[in-house]
């Protein structure tokens, strides 16, 4: 399947604010209370369409991408490269269309950004991302953070380069 990026739209941010992933993977529901941050400019969100014209994800590059438990460490301040963040319709996950769908928003950004390098911050249990993140170059860098009672989580930062 093909994907394209383009910049989110009101409908895209609204709908994406709906997704419910289930089970363990709910850390990646959306939130109606998103929708604005979605839609702002300095974030650099963009929606991600298939081959057809549905949307299928999202990508966002930078501060977004980054997640609080990092940035209180500091670890996104060791060495440069630009931050991902991604979601997939969640009827789309699993289905064997992941390389592609990342492939398509590193392409967007090494041809929009110019970045020396990628990184990305992914929940430490989620093994299926972490099997497509390293299957287009990503290596795991550190982890950090611990899952805690009231929602705290371990996360894995990864990094490859442009």
């Given amino acids: 399947m093909r994907f394209t990026l383009k910049p989110i739209t009101p409908d895209d941010a609204r709908a994406i604010s709906r997704w419910r992933y289930g089970g363990r ?83 967007f950004a090494k041809e929009t950004y110019s970045p020396q390098a990628f990184r990305l911050t992914v929940a430490a249990f989620n093994r299926r991302a972490i099997r497509v993140y390293e299957s287009v170059g990503f290596e795991p860098v550190e982890t950090f953070g611990a899952p805690t009672p009231d929602g705290g989580r371990e996360w894995l930062l990864m990094r490859r380069e442009a």
């Fill in 25 to 107: 993977y709910s850390v990646y529901d959306g939130d109606l209370a998103s929708v604005d941050s979605l839609l702002e400019p300095r974030l650099l969100y963009h929606s991600v369409y298939d081959e057809r014209g549905d949307l299928a994800g999202y990508f966002c590059f930078g501060e977004d991408a980054r997640v609080s438990a990092g940035r209180r460490l500091g670890v996104y301040e060791r060495e440069p490269a630009l931050d991902i963040g991604l979601g997939m319709r969640p009827d789309l996950t699993g289905r064997g269309l992941g390389e592609e769908f990342v492939h398509a928003g590193l392409r």
